[in-house]
C-alpha cells in the first residue's frame, strides 16, 4: 500500500519478543542463529504477511527508550544505536536502512496530546536494537517506514494501556502498532532455575491478556505484579511496558498469544490484538 493509498482494514496491534541483543545475526555470514532462536525468528518474519493488509508505516515502542513524559522520534533518517555489550564486532556494523515516519510521529503526539498527555518531539536519537533487531527480521527490505514511540519514565501500567488507548485510531490509518519487548525478562535467571516459574509466570500472563472481556482484560494486566512470579520474571518492568501499549491500543478487539517459544529457560509469549 503506497504512502496516498487509504487503508481498507483495521490493522491488529502486535507486542512482540525482540530476543536478547543482536541474537538473529550472531553469524557473520548471514547464517541461521542459534536453534533456541529460530522460532522468534520464524514469528518475526512472518509478521507482515500475517496482517490482513501491509501497512503504510509502523509505529513502535520499545523497551529500551524511556521519557518523564511520552516522547515520539519525529527524525526522517535515524542513526542506530548498538545499545548491546559484548557481542562480535560484525553485530555494530548491522544496518536497518528504513525511512522514518515523521508525519506518522506528529500525528501520534497530536492524538496524545488531545487525550491529554503531556508529549514531547525529538530527532535525534538513533533507533535502539528493540526496534530494529526485530525489524531486519520482520522487514528485511527495510521498505516500511517507523516512527518510535517512547515509554514514559514512571512505568505506570494503566497509563501507558491508556496511551495505547489514544493511539488506536492510527490502526485504521494504515499503521501497525508494535510494543517491542519480551513478556519474561530477568537476566539473573538462566536455565533450568527459571524453567518452572517462567512457565507459571507464561500461563497466567497468558491468561489476563487474553481475557475475553476487554475491561477485565486491562485490569488484570495492569495489576500484572500481582500474578504468580511477576517480580521474577520482571525485577524492572520496562521490557513488560510495551504489552500495555498494545492492549490499550488493541480496544475490545479479541486478543490471543500467537508466538511461544522457550530461550535461555525462559517461556516467551508474543500476542496480537484484532
Not at 500500500?1 to 487503508?7: F, L, R, S
Not at 506528529?106 to 538513533?126: K, P, Q, S, V, Y
Not at 512470579?229 to 486478543?255: C, K, Q, S, W
Amino acid at each position: 500500500m503506497g504512502q496516498g493509498d487509504i487503508p481498507s482494514m483495521t490493522l491488529p496491534t502486535l507486542f512482540v519478543p525482540h530476543g536478547g541483543g543482536p541474537c538473529f545475526f550472531m553469524d557473520p555470514d548471514g547464517g541461521p542463529p542459534e536453534p533456541m532462536w529460530r522460532p522468534m525468528q520464524a514469528y518475526l518474519a512472518g509478521l507482515i504477511a500475517g496482517l490482513p493488509e501491509r501497512p503504510r508505516a509502523i509505529l513502535l515502542v520499545s523497551g529500551h527508550w524511556e521519557e518523564d513524559a511520552i516522547t515520539v522520534h519525529t527524525g526522517e533518517h535515524p542513526r542506530l544505536l548498538y545499545d548491546y555489550h559484548g557481542f562480535p564486532e560484525h553485530t555494530y556494523q548491522l544496518k536497518w536502512d528504513a525511512p522514518g515516519a515523521p508525519d506518522v510521529a506528529r500525528r501520534a503526539a497530536d492524538l496524545l496530546r488531545n487525550a491529554g498527555f503531556d508529549t514531547r518531539e525529538e530527532r535525534e536519537r538513533g533507533w535502539d536494537h528493540g526496534v530494529f533487531i526485530p525489524m531486519k527480521v520482520a522487514v528485511p527490505e527495510a521498505d516500511i517506514p517507523l516512527a518510535q514511540l517512547s515509554l514514559r519514565a514512571d512505568l505506570d501500567p494503566a497509563e501507558h494501556i491508556a496511551i495505547g488507548r489514544a493511539l488506536a485510531p492510527l490502526r485504521n490509518e494504515g499503521v501497525l502498532i508494535v510494543g517491542s519487548g519480551m513478556s519474561f525478562h530477568n537476566l539473573r535467571v538462566r536455565g533450568p532455575q527459571a524453567e518452572v516459574p517462567s512457565r507459571e509466570w507464561d500461563a497466567a500472563l497468558t491468561d489476563a491478556v487474553t481475557d475475553p472481556d476487554p475491561a477485565r482484560r486491562a485490569k488484570r494486566v495492569a495489576a500484572w505484579d500481582t500474578l504468580p512470579h511477576a517480580r521474577f520474571a520482571h525485577p524492572r518492568e520496562e521490557h513488560l511496558l510495551p504489552l500495555m501499549v498494545a492492549l490499550g491500543a488493541g480496544g475490545d478487539g479479541t486478543a490471543v498469544r500467537d508466538h511461544a517459544s522457550e530461550v535461555l529457560g525462559w517461556a516467551v509469549s508474543g500476542y496480537r490484538f484484532d
